[in-house]
């Protein structure tokens, strides 16, 4: 996984895409906080879809899509009433993205057009759901720990738990990331801050933190020697990490490479990574396993195998959609819904 590059990037961006809402849809902020899904249901630009959580598309971070034509924003039906209301916001920043030139261009001044708008779409959604002025009062000055995230979830807004962490994380102070796991500490949800993050749907319950936290299953847990697993089969750098459980089914993570919320000293610790040369990886692509013996890319962190693949070409298959007839990979948004030929052949 690559995300969490954009930090400072976003921000404005997030700005625009709020003050354009409000130009289309006056005071439909404060309306989206309180009721994502009713309010979104009233505008007349756009239609919402609500679908068996299986039939949602898994290409975003959460459990809906973006159709195009004409503008759906499709979500889960299953999913809680809280994350419902994320999953709608999320795809209401890509439907801003997607319609709106100015916001359009911005996305594709960065070297990861796809990824910067997907990180931006969570941290809209974010910034709707839980407004600064009202919240960083909860924080300490050193930041969130994984307590914060719990009583932010429990206690101080309506948002879901992915919308409460990555909120958490744009107010981490130093590299880090906000990890959202199920009882068995598979990763459900990553929001991160110039950290790669553990990838969705992999096992940290080998971990020294996930471990301990699922032995005791209560209260808050502190590692201050703990790493992120890779689906390769490498390791993260040596990292601090808290964690703490929301109820029985659903736990937070904080992992942070330095100035972490719970440390009054926490300075970086480089080079006690699992992926040194002479270890063996197996390329999530093309399944090869290979002993790595190459520095790793330099976007990915990741090895690259005998067919220059690492995780950035797993980010960018994850984001697109090859054409029937040109046999082309191209960004979903250029096929017409659910159709496997483009708009150029078609």
């Known amino acids: 996984m690559t995300r969490g590059r954009f930090t400072k990037e976003l921000e404005p961006h997030v700005q625009a895409m709020a003050a354009l809402v409000e130009h289309n849809h006056p005071c439909a902020l404060e309306r989206l906080r309180g009721d994502p899904l009713g309010e979104l249901q009233t505008w007349s630009d756009l239609a919402v879809a609500l679908v068996a959580e299986e039939s949602g598309a898994d290409r975003c971070s959460v459990a809906?899509?973006?159709?195009?034509?004409?503008?759906?924003?499709?979500?889960?039906?299953?999913a809680?009433?809280?994350?419902?209301?994320?999953?709608?916001?999320?795809?209401?920043?890509?439907?801003?993205?997607?319609?709106?030139?100015?916001?359009?261009?911005?996305?594709?001044?960065?070297?990861?057009?796809?990824?910067f708008q997907e990180q931006a779409c969570d941290a809209f959604a974010a910034h709707v759901l839980l407004p600064d002025d009202q919240l960083l009062p909860t924080l300490g000055p050193r930041g969130p720990v994984a307590q914060d995230v719990v009583d932010l979830f429990a206690m101080h807004s309506s948002a879901s738990r992915e919308a409460c962490c990555v909120w958490a994380a744009r107010h981490l102070q130093g590299a880090g990331a906000i990890v959202l796991l199920d009882r068995m500490g598979t990763v459900?949800?990553?929001?991160?801050r110039g950290l790669i993050p553990?990838?969705?749907?992999?096992?940290q319950s080998d971990t020294p933190l996930i471990e301990a936290a699922l032995t005791r299953r209560s209260g808050v847990i502190t590692r201050d020697e703990t790493y992120v697993s890779y689906r390769g089969g490498g390791r993260s750098d040596t990292v601090y990490g808290q964690a703490a459980w929301f109820d029985d089914e659903y736990l937070v993570a904080i992992i942070g490479s330095d100035n972490v919320g719970w440390q009054d000293f926490a300075p970086p610790r480089p080079g006690t990574s699992g992926l040194r040369p002479g270890t063996w990886w197996t390329c999530e692509t093309c399944g090869e396993l290979f002993l790595n013996f190459e520095p790793p890319?330099?976007?990915?962190?990741?090895?690259?195998?005998?067919?220059?693949?690492?995780?950035?070409?797993?980010?960018?298959?994850?984001?697109?959609k090859t054409c029937s007839k040109c046999n082309l990979a191209l960004h979903p948004?250029?096929?017409?819904?659910?159709?496997?030929?483009?708009r150029d052949c078609d």
């Open 333 to 342: 948004s250029r096929f017409v819904g659910t159709g496997t030929v483009c």
């Open 188 to 192: 459900l949800f990553a929001a991160p």
């Open 64 to 78: 809906g899509s973006y159709e195009p034509d004409p503008p759906t924003l499709v979500v889960a039906r299953a």
């Open 198 to 203: 553990p990838a969705r749907k992999s096992d």
């Open 80 to 115: 809680s009433v809280r994350r419902r209301g994320f999953t709608a916001l999320h795809e209401l920043g890509h439907h801003l993205q997607q319609t709106d030139v100015d916001l359009g261009a911005t996305t594709f001044e960065y070297s990861d057009p796809e990824l």
């Open 297 to 320: 890319c330099p976007k990915c962190r990741q090895p690259k195998c005998k067919n220059e693949h690492c995780g950035c070409t797993v980010a960018r298959a994850a984001n697109t």
